[in-house]
């Protein structure tokens, strides 16, 4: 036969099957209603009282699922408002600690969403599961007790049909778990583009991107549609396999209830609850399987929460040696990669003395900015020792070291529109008049009435400068000052650095620098070499 008919009629089959299953389940449905109604009256006649005690029992039943769904749904909600708070007070105090590998891990900026919509999944996805499994498990022992006493075998094995619906499930796991994963990547990168965009505007105008971006976006739409057409599919599967099995479920308990009912094993009552039971146990088992399902989605988030709400920041930073003054910094044997990528600094060694006023040169890309942040000790999975005063970096008080650090990063971080807080926030004392006279120097005298975003890049890379300046410390690390500066500023700039008496740190393409630095450093091949050391 072809095997393209093959494959229909073995699809087609269930549905056959189930049709005809629909249709006897139907006559058998008027035909023991029917039968019940007389059994019942008989019944009752025949002993009230055990009737009314099954009654009672199987509406006990009942009230404990409903009254326990409640609970959990109430203890979910406190659960998750408590954790979620907990979450991110957790996570800010992680990125004030200094623990900068996971910014570098999760993003900036995105870490804080993603985490909470996880939380939000894994929360559902808890509730529903483990509300199924008490009701299921509710069902079961009242199901136990309250017939398997009277005939325990008998009840395993409606026990045994009963779960037959849930295996199918089972073997749609895996495939699922996969094709939600991707459903979430193709979301991601989605809102992501969308996200890009909005921010990306002024670029997409002025290039005249609007096709690019509308195909790219359609392209992204049909990744995440594709996804959810074939989670659909998935899901019809499995719906055909679990209504296929649950009806073998209630077709064989239908006809063993029979043939037990004619041979006398059970009493009509009996029967009813049985009946009544089913559809509960199964329901539940179907929702805490898929609780299942959902749980093994779910891990990756799971994973990146837990270790967040594990990390002992009090044992991780508490005990820490403070540190009153940087003597030097020495880095031995110090190799650096980011996660999953290639090396970036392999062995490099120095020592740098107070006092020392060094410039960092080296081809784009090759790891300046990187060693500055080495250097001011944000990244922890480094190799080798980093090591300030002799002290290793991981038992320095971050605070305590960072306190004797200013930078004046590449580009642009301010936390607030107004320029006067901006400046103000890293000041200790009365500094008022060497800030207006910073600003006079740069020309930035009627600057403080305007508001960041009112500035050019030249004028925010001076507020960034003079923000560095002003900072009481005793290093000064400084990224690419340069870039936007016109050469009169440039000339202010090193003027500036060279009357300092602080330890400088420089990183500049700019040669005009170097006469005031005493020492030259060219980053290369993974190493950092002392290319001149000026006294
Ligand atoms: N967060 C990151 N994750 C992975 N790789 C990174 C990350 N940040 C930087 N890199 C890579 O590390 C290398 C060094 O980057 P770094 O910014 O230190 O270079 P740089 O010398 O300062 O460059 P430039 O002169 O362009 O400012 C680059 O190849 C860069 O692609």
Known sequence: MNFKYYVKIVLL???????????IEGIINIYISNTFAKLF????????????????????????????????????????????????KKLFMLFLNNKYSLVEKYGQGEILNRLEQDFNDIVKCFYVHYSSVFSALICLAGYFIFLGLKNFSL?????????????????????????????????????????QS????????????????????????????????????????????????????????YIMLGLFLYKKLITPDLVVVFISLFPIVIDNFKVAAKGFQ???????????????????????????????????????????????????????NFRINKGDKILIMGSNGSGKTT??????????????DILINGVPLSKVDFKSFSKHISFIP???????????????????????????????????????????????????????????????????????????LDTKSIEILKDILCKSE????????????????NRIWRIENQSVNEIAEIY
């Open 13 to 23: 089959l269930p549905t056959i099957f189930i049709v005809f299953i629909n249709l």
């Open 41 to 88: 009256s008989l019944a009752i006649q025949k002993d009230m009282e055990v009737f009314i005690c099954n009654v009672v029992t199987f509406l006990l039943i009942y009230l404990i699922i409903i009254s326990g769904k409640l609970f959990f749904s109430l203890l979910i909600e406190f659960f998750k408002e408590n954790r979620i708070i907990e979450l991110k």
């Open 155 to 195: 009840s395993v094995i409606f026990f045994g049909l009963w779960i037959l619906p849930i295996f199918p499930l089972f073997f749609t796991i895996k495939y699922m778990n996969k094709i939600v994963e991707e459903s979430h990547r193709a979301d991601d990168e989605l809102t992501g583009f969308i996200k």
């Open 198 to 253: 909005f921010e990306g505007i002024e670029v997409i105008k002025a290039y005249n991107l609007y096709e690019w971006a509308s195909l790219r976006f359609l392209s992204l739409e049909e990744v995440s549609k594709k996804c959810a057409n074939e989670m659909e599919k998935v899901g019809t599967i499995e719906d055909i396999l679990y209504n296929l099995c649950n009806n073998i479920a209630k077709f064989g308990t």
């Open 294 to 348: 959902n749980l093994r989605v779910e891990k990756s988030s799971f994973e990146r929460i837990s270790e967040i709400l594990n990390f002992d920041i009090e044992n991780q930073y508490g005990n820490m040696i403070q540190i009153n003054e940087i003597e030097n910094i020495v880095f031995k044997n110090v190799s650096f990669s980011y996660e999953n990528y290639k090396s970036i600094f392999n062995k490099i």
């Open 371 to 384: 060693l500055l942040k080495l250097i001011m000790g944000l990244y922890e999975s480094f190799k080798g």
């Open 410 to 484: 590449q580009n642009f971080t301010f936390f607030t529109q107004d320029i006067d807080n901006n400046l103000n926030m890293v000041i200790q004392g009365n500094l008022e008049d060497r800030k207006r006279s910073l600003l006079h120097l740069f020309g930035l005298d009627d600057i403080l009435s305007k508001k960041i975003n009112q500035l050019s890049d030249g004028q925010k890379q001076k507020i960034s400068i003079i923000r560095g300046l002003l900072k009481k410390s005793s290093i000064l690390i400084i990224d690419e000052p340069t870039n936007y």
């Open 502 to 517: 602080k330890t400088i740190i420089i990183v500049s393409h700019n040669i005009e620098l170097t006469s005031c630095v």
